[in-house]
């Protein structure tokens, strides 16, 4: 998975899979001085410091959604699970922008970064009422984010090392678009539960506002066009439905109403 500026189908943070881990060569097997894995490690912190991080996060979302310990344990990982996710964001932005400036050039440059979205996200979800919706992203994120660590890792252990492994990251690998259509399908409905929930008297009042803004500059991103994709599949599918002659005349108004506003708050219209 390329993270590459011709290649605008990935979030920030995934590494290229060609780069092999120091001390392995080009068939997985080990160079001629080979390396530990914390050797690895130390020798990659800031790398490490996330593919950590990455796996906090995906723990955490596991014991939320299997709450183990308790109902009310699960809502402490759930708050664990996107404050890690802020973390990484945090380091992915400091690898990717120069020394911090308090300037508007520096906050508008880190704007159009897909990791300060994501430290967005992890503030304005982190102290409201616990969405399972909310962490399906940031999991799915953090697994395809950590799977070239994964397999570098892999390589230093041995050529043939945990084969169920290896052909889970190669599924990952395989399917990582699908995987990326889903991510933006979950961001778009969640701009919905955002509003229920806030009818439900179980969000603040500025929750919906703040993920709007979210929302524009997941639509704007630079390297990652899947939020825009599925917004204009939408469209065109609702227009399909809407012109058959067998949809009620109120349901293509309400359609065409709703089409209609989602256009006007889109950015650049």
Same mark, same amino acid.
């Given at each position: 998975?390329?993270?590459?500026?011709?290649?605008?189908?990935?979030?920030?943070?995934?590494?290229?899979?060609?780069?092999?881990?120091?001390?392995?060569?080009?068939?997985?097997?080990?160079?001629?001085?080979?390396?530990? %894995?914390?050797? +690895?490690?130390?020798?990659?912190? #800031?790398?490490?410091?996330?593919?950590? $991080?990455? !796996?906090?996060?995906?723990? &955490?979302?596991?014991?939320?959604?299997?709450?183990?310990?308790?109902?009310?344990?699960?809502?402490?990982?759930?708050?664990?699970?996107?404050?890690?996710?802020?973390?990484?964001?945090?380091?992915?932005?400091?690898?990717?922008?120069?020394?911090?400036?308090?300037?508007?050039?520096?906050?508008?440059?880190?704007?159009?970064?897909?990791?300060?979205?994501?430290?967005?996200?992890?503030?304005?979800?982190?102290?409201?009422?616990?969405?399972?919706?909310?962490?399906?992203? %940031?999991?799915? +994120?953090?697994?395809?984010?950590? #799977?070239?660590?994964?397999?570098?890792? $892999?390589? !230093?252990?041995?050529?043939? &090392?945990?084969?169920?492994?290896?052909?889970?990251?190669?599924?990952?690998?395989?399917?990582?678009?699908?995987?990326?259509?889903?991510?933006?399908?979950?961001?778009?409905?969640?701009?919905?539960?955002?509003?229920?929930?806030?009818?439900?008297?179980?969000?603040?009042?500025?929750?919906?506002?703040?993920?709007?803004?979210?929302?524009?500059?997941?639509?704007?991103?630079?390297?990652?066009?899947?939020?825009?994709?599925?917004?204009?599949?939408?469209?065109?599918?609702?227009?399909?439905?809407?012109?058959?002659?067998?949809?009620?005349?109120?349901?293509?108004?309400?359609?065409?109403?709703?089409?209609?506003?989602?256009?006007?708050?889109?950015?650049?219209?």
């Amino acid at each position: 998975m390329a993270d590459q500026e011709s290649h605008e189908t990935t979030q920030d943070g995934i590494a290229d899979n060609a780069t092999k881990a120091p001390g392995v060569d080009n068939d997985g097997a080990n160079a001629s001085s080979p390396i530990s %894995v914390s050797q +690895f490690m130390m020798s990659n912190k #800031t790398e490490s410091i996330m593919w950590l $991080l990455r !796996i906090f996060t995906l723990v &955490s979302t596991f014991f939320f959604l299997f709450p183990i310990f308790g109902v009310a344990e699960g809502g402490y990982f759930y708050q664990r699970a996107l404050l890690a996710n802020a973390l990484t964001s945090v380091c992915r932005l400091h690898q990717r922008l120069p020394r911090f400036q308090f300037s508007k050039a520096y906050i508008t440059q880190a704007l159009l970064e897909d990791s300060c979205h994501y430290f967005l996200y992890s503030l304005i979800f982190i102290t409201s009422y616990p969405i399972t919706l909310c962490l399906v992203p %940031v999991a799915v +994120f953090s697994l395809l984010h950590a #799977t070239a660590y994964n397999r570098k890792i $892999l390589d !230093i252990i041995g050529p043939n &090392s945990i084969p169920w492994m290896r052909s889970f990251l190669d599924k990952m690998t395989m399917h990582q678009q699908i995987l990326f259509k889903f991510i933006a399908c979950n961001e778009i409905l969640l701009m919905a539960a955002s509003v229920f929930m806030l009818l439900g008297g179980r969000a603040h009042l500025f929750l919906p506002f703040f993920y709007y803004r979210f929302m524009t500059l997941r639509y704007a991103s630079r390297r990652n066009p899947y939020c825009r994709t599925l917004f204009y599949e939408l469209r065109v599918a609702t227009e399909q439905l809407t012109a058959r002659p067998s949809c009620p005349t109120f349901l293509q108004k309400a359609c065409h109403k709703v089409i209609k506003l989602i256009c006007k708050l889109a950015p650049g219209s």
